[in-house]
């Protein structure tokens, strides 16, 4: 998978806090959790792997509906010196 930078720099807290909520129920403490503040991740099973695929393509197709709409404002301030 490559890394769309131009679509990274759009990602919000509110984005990162959806993601870590969905995967929330993977956590397991351990058990001196409030002692040591350590605790692990449970694998992930094939449906939360599918949601995670769906949850992505969501995420993906709105960050570039965001992309286009501010390149467009970019294109329409800068004026006609884009066109190559």
Same mark, same amino acid.
């Given at each position: 998978?490559?890394?769309?930078?131009?679509?990274?720099?759009?990602?919000?807290?509110?984005?990162?806090?959806?993601?870590?909520?969905?995967n929330?129920?993977?956590?397991?403490?351990?058990?001196?959790?409030?002692?040591?503040?350590?605790?692990?991740? #449970?694998?992930?099973?094939?449906?939360?792997?599918? =949601? @995670? /695929? !769906?949850?992505?393509?969501?995420?993906?197709? $709105? #960050?570039?509906?965001?992309?286009?709409?501010?390149? =467009? @404002? /970019? !294109?329409?301030?800068?004026?006609?010196?884009l $066109?190559?």
């Amino acid at each position: 998978m490559t890394l769309r930078y131009d679509l990274a720099k759009e990602i919000t807290p509110e984005m990162v806090l959806e993601e870590a909520v969905a995967n929330q129920h993977r956590y397991k403490a351990e058990p001196l959790f409030s002692q040591t503040g350590v605790g692990s991740l #449970l694998s992930a099973s094939t449906s939360d792997s599918a =949601a @995670e /695929v !769906a949850r992505s393509m969501v995420r993906i197709q $709105k #960050l570039t509906q965001v992309a286009k709409k501010n390149g =467009a @404002e /970019v !294109a329409t301030r800068k004026g006609p010196s884009l $066109k190559r």
